[in-house]
Protein backbone atom coordinates (compact mmCIF):
# COMPACT_ATOMS: atom_id res chain seq x y z
CA UNK A 1 0.00 0.00 0.00
CA UNK A 2 1.33 3.62 -0.92
CA UNK A 3 1.36 5.98 1.79
CA UNK A 4 -1.37 8.65 1.89
CA UNK A 5 -1.09 11.61 -0.71
CA UNK A 6 -1.81 15.48 -0.19
CA UNK A 7 -4.25 17.07 -2.61
CA UNK A 8 -1.90 18.74 -4.21
CA UNK A 9 0.27 15.57 -4.69
CA UNK A 10 -2.98 14.31 -5.58
CA UNK A 11 -3.83 16.41 -8.10
CA UNK A 12 -0.14 16.29 -9.36
CA UNK A 13 -0.47 13.26 -10.25
CA UNK A 14 -3.77 13.27 -12.24
CA UNK A 15 -3.13 16.65 -14.36
CA UNK A 16 -0.66 14.30 -15.85
CA UNK A 17 -3.49 13.19 -17.75
CA UNK A 18 -4.37 16.39 -19.68
CA UNK A 19 -7.98 15.10 -22.04
CA UNK A 20 -5.43 15.70 -24.87
CA UNK A 21 -2.59 13.24 -24.96
CA UNK A 22 -2.96 10.06 -23.95
CA UNK A 23 -0.75 8.79 -21.00
CA UNK A 24 0.29 5.44 -20.47
CA UNK A 25 0.65 3.50 -17.52
CA UNK A 26 3.83 1.94 -17.06
CA UNK A 27 3.52 -0.21 -14.21
CA UNK A 28 1.13 -1.37 -11.28
CA UNK A 29 3.42 0.36 -8.85
CA UNK A 30 2.00 3.03 -11.08
CA UNK A 31 -1.71 2.08 -11.51
CA UNK A 32 -1.77 2.08 -8.04
CA UNK A 33 -0.54 5.64 -7.41
CA UNK A 34 -2.98 6.75 -9.58
CA UNK A 35 -5.66 5.21 -8.02
CA UNK A 36 -5.00 6.66 -4.97
CA UNK A 37 -4.63 9.99 -6.20
CA UNK A 38 -8.19 9.82 -7.95
CA UNK A 39 -9.55 8.64 -4.19
CA UNK A 40 -8.31 11.24 -2.69
CA UNK A 41 -9.28 14.05 -4.74
CA UNK A 42 -12.82 12.18 -5.38
CA UNK A 43 -13.68 11.43 -1.66
CA UNK A 44 -12.94 15.69 -1.10
CA UNK A 45 -15.70 16.03 -4.21
CA UNK A 46 -19.53 16.49 -3.82
CA UNK A 47 -20.44 14.03 -6.79
CA UNK A 48 -18.72 13.18 -10.01
CA UNK A 49 -18.93 13.07 -13.74
CA UNK A 50 -17.89 10.15 -15.23
CA UNK A 51 -17.09 10.15 -19.23
CA UNK A 52 -16.24 6.81 -20.82
CA UNK A 53 -15.03 6.49 -24.36
CA UNK A 54 -14.90 2.50 -24.72
CA UNK A 55 -14.91 0.33 -28.23
CA UNK A 56 -18.15 -1.28 -26.93
CA UNK A 57 -21.47 -0.60 -25.07
CA UNK A 58 -20.47 -3.87 -22.81
CA UNK A 59 -16.46 -2.40 -22.04
CA UNK A 60 -17.73 1.04 -21.32
CA UNK A 61 -20.18 -0.76 -19.07
CA UNK A 62 -17.88 -2.73 -17.51
CA UNK A 63 -15.40 0.31 -16.78
CA UNK A 64 -18.12 2.42 -15.72
CA UNK A 65 -18.98 -0.67 -12.92
CA UNK A 66 -15.57 -0.93 -11.64
CA UNK A 67 -15.07 2.96 -11.31
CA UNK A 68 -18.11 3.36 -9.39
CA UNK A 69 -17.62 0.06 -7.44
CA UNK A 70 -13.15 1.10 -7.41
CA UNK A 71 -14.48 4.80 -5.99
CA UNK A 72 -16.92 3.59 -2.98
CA UNK A 73 -20.50 3.99 -4.62
CA UNK A 74 -23.15 1.30 -4.67
CA UNK A 75 -25.17 2.08 -7.27
CA UNK A 76 -26.91 -0.71 -9.53
CA UNK A 77 -25.83 -0.14 -13.12
CA UNK A 78 -29.57 -0.83 -14.91
CA UNK A 79 -29.11 -0.49 -18.50
CA UNK A 80 -31.72 -2.32 -19.96
CA UNK A 81 -33.65 0.46 -21.02
CA UNK A 82 -30.39 1.85 -22.59
CA UNK A 83 -30.05 1.84 -26.30
CA UNK A 84 -28.00 -0.98 -28.41
CA UNK A 85 -25.34 0.71 -30.34
CA UNK A 86 -22.77 -1.02 -32.62
CA UNK A 87 -19.68 0.45 -32.42
CA UNK A 88 -17.25 2.95 -29.79
CA UNK A 89 -19.50 4.82 -27.75
CA UNK A 90 -19.18 7.29 -24.83
CA UNK A 91 -21.05 6.80 -21.84
CA UNK A 92 -21.48 9.64 -18.97
CA UNK A 93 -22.62 9.16 -15.65
CA UNK A 94 -23.38 11.41 -12.63
CA UNK A 95 -22.61 10.22 -9.68
CA UNK A 96 -25.13 13.44 -7.91
CA UNK A 97 -28.20 11.97 -10.62
CA UNK A 98 -26.95 8.18 -10.22
CA UNK A 99 -28.16 8.15 -14.10
CA UNK A 100 -26.09 8.14 -17.46
CA UNK A 101 -26.52 8.61 -21.33
CA UNK A 102 -25.19 6.58 -24.07
CA UNK A 103 -23.90 7.63 -27.18
CA UNK A 104 -21.92 6.59 -30.30
CA UNK A 105 -18.70 8.11 -30.08
CA UNK A 106 -15.94 8.89 -32.71
CA UNK A 107 -13.36 10.07 -31.16
CA UNK A 108 -9.83 8.63 -31.22
CA UNK A 109 -9.58 8.34 -27.49
CA UNK A 110 -10.69 5.48 -25.30
CA UNK A 111 -10.55 5.53 -21.39
CA UNK A 112 -12.22 7.83 -18.57
CA UNK A 113 -12.61 11.54 -17.96
CA UNK A 114 -13.32 11.91 -14.25
CA UNK A 115 -14.76 15.19 -13.51
CA UNK A 116 -14.57 16.23 -9.80
CA UNK A 117 -17.50 18.79 -8.35
CA UNK A 118 -17.35 20.71 -4.90
CA UNK A 119 -19.51 23.48 -4.29
CA UNK A 120 -17.37 24.33 -0.70
CA UNK A 121 -13.81 23.76 -2.53
CA UNK A 122 -13.12 25.34 -5.98
CA UNK A 123 -9.49 23.57 -6.04
CA UNK A 124 -11.24 20.37 -5.46
CA UNK A 125 -12.91 20.67 -8.96
CA UNK A 126 -10.97 19.55 -11.77
CA UNK A 127 -11.62 16.83 -14.96
CA UNK A 128 -8.95 14.62 -15.15
CA UNK A 129 -8.13 11.86 -17.82
CA UNK A 130 -7.98 9.68 -20.56
CA UNK A 131 -7.59 7.52 -17.49
CA UNK A 132 -7.11 3.72 -18.20
CA UNK A 133 -10.49 1.50 -18.46
CA UNK A 134 -9.16 -1.31 -16.40
CA UNK A 135 -7.71 1.46 -13.42
CA UNK A 136 -10.12 -0.86 -10.91
CA UNK A 137 -10.17 -3.51 -12.78
CA UNK A 138 -9.35 -6.39 -10.44
CA UNK A 139 -6.70 -8.95 -11.59
Known amino acids: MTANLTVEQAQAILKQFSCIETKLIESEQE?????????????????????ICADTAEQGFAA????????????????NKTPSLEGPVYIKFNTHKQSHYLDSYTGIYRGVLVSCQSSENDSIGGTYGHLPLDLFLKG
Open 31 to 51: KALLRQALLTIANLSDYLNLG
Open 64 to 79: LKTYLEGLGYEIPLDT
